[in-house]
């Protein structure tokens, strides 16, 4: 982990780090660009076939096993699941559904004049697909938090795919009553979803996060069906004052241990804190937070390799850097710093608030944007499963009131027959 300064003689060096963070969500799917395109046109073509290749070569799937999990599976799973885990899930669950229940959009109609009605009315999608990765760990968290939203939303069909499915998940389908559950990952369970096969039926939308091939695949899909969001290697940045070294470093190494491509920042005014939270966050990395820990190689290899603490020379300047690096996840000393941020995909305040309890229990999505796209959204929400559908109706009376307006703004635009559809309904 690197301490950089933003002002003084090393100001153009730690600008130019800066710049190249901006870029980090499209410099990194480039990279594996051209391998996801073949594996997405031969999944489109050979369907079942090529999917069935791509999950043997890198997932290790027998080719006698079924790509479809029975919900016997997801039943036997939750019976070998200890009772401290279901209680953890059971909650879980019930946070996500309750804050999900509360993001609810509601369906309104007004009439702004006499005769005139405006409104709108809320629908669920038809059908998505539930991305859970499967790779260095187990997630039924992640399943937790993309099924509970869409259910809540009123999908019908909701689609599950992960690699190499561990216990833990299939006992959390099972608790989720999820019924059409695949054992495929990778941008090849992207193209089955988005494309369809003999096998998968096509789904209207893909959420969840994923590797760079996941990220990758997601965003070429994006033309062709519904996405969420690029939601690749996980970012944490913590801007603070006064916090307690160990405690950020805590964090810090949490969100690292993700993936060797995950990004971990300090943001800070004060250099003697941004010193002590590299040497914590070192001495946590190798050799854990507890004395029977052991060392941590994959937050070790993300931290060394984009691991910052940057020390500003003022308050406003960190506010300022924190917004323009639009972080996944975000820490704060306080309540009042609320009223600075403006990009973060989830917000963690204060020192009793670590961002695991985010990723696992607190109810907000953890399926959040990743590089820089905390600009233009949030994370997973009920929102990303619902259509709003706005409505409109007019009485004679009120046409012949308004529709002069509408008629002087189609003929301004050149749009005539615009105008003439009005003009023949006022006669």
């Known amino acids: 982990m690197k301490i950089l300064k933003t002002f003084g003689e090393n100001a153009a060096a730690t600008e130019a780090v800066l710049q190249q963070l901006e870029q980090r969500g499209a410099r990194t799917t480039a990279q594996v660009d051209p391998i996801v395109q073949e594996i997405l046109a031969a999944v489109r073509t050979h369907g079942d076939a090529a999917l069935r290749d791509y999950s043997s070569r890198f997932d290790s799937l027998d080719p006698d096993t079924p790509l479809l999990v029975t919900r016997a599976e997801m039943q036997a799973a939750w019976d070998a699941t200890s009772d401290p885990l279901r209680a953890a899930m059971l909650l879980a669950q019930a946070n996500i559904r309750a804050f999900a229940e509360r ?17 709108q009315i809320i629908r669920p999608l038809a059908s998505v697909g539930c ?61 089955a979803l988005a494309y369809g096969t003999h096998t998968i039926a096509p789904v209207d939308k893909i959420v ?60 800070t005014t004060n250099p003697d804190l941004a010193e002590e939270v590299v040497l914590e966050t070192k001495r946590q990395a190798q050799t854990g937070a507890q004395p029977e820990s052991q060392p941590n190689l994959i937050a070790q290899q993300s931290l060394a390799a984009n691991g910052f603490a940057f020390v500003t020379a003022t308050l406003d300047q960190a506010h300022a ?18 009223r600075w941020v403006k990009n973060a995909g989830s917000i963690f ?9 985010g ?36 009485t004679l009376d009120a046409l012949r009131e308004v529709g002069p307006h509408t008629i002087a703004l189609a003929e301004a635009e050149g749009l005539t027959a615009h105008a003439e559809s009005v003009r023949i309904r006022m006669r």
């Open 321 to 338: 850097l924190t917004n323009r690096l639009a972080p996944e996840h975000l820490t704060v000393d306080a309540g009042s710093d609320l």
């Open 359 to 394: 990723d696992y229990i607190s109810g907000p999505n953890h399926v959040l944007p990743t590089g820089r796209n905390g600009r233009i959204r949030g994370g997973l929400s009920v929102l990303d499963f619902l259509k709003i559908i706005t409505v409109q109706q007019y």
């Open 103 to 119: 993001q609810l959009p509601r369906a309104f109609s007004f009439r702004p004049t006499d005769g005139m009605e405006v409104g």
């Open 349 to 357: 305040i204060g020192h009793h608030t670590p961002q695991s309890m």
């Open 208 to 267: 969840g996060p994923g590797n760079l091939y996941v990220t990758a695949a997601k965003l070429a899909v994006s033309h062709h069906c519904g996405i969420d969001m690029p939601a690749g290697p996980t970012e944490i940045v913590v801007t603070t004052e006064s916090g307690d070294p160990s405690g950020i470093a805590a964090d810090l190494v949490a969100q690292a241990e993700h993936d060797p491509e995950a990004l971990a920042i300090l943001i």
């Open 131 to 191: 991305y859970v990765p499967g790779g260095r760990y187990p997630l039924p968290s992640t399943l937790l938090m993309t099924v509970t939203p869409a259910q809540v939303a009123g999908v019908e069909r909701i689609v599950v795919c992960s690699p190499k499915p561990a216990r833990e998940t299939l006992a959390a389908a099972h608790l989720a009553g999820v019924t059409e559950f695949y054992r495929i990952g990778g941008a090849q369970a992207i193209a």
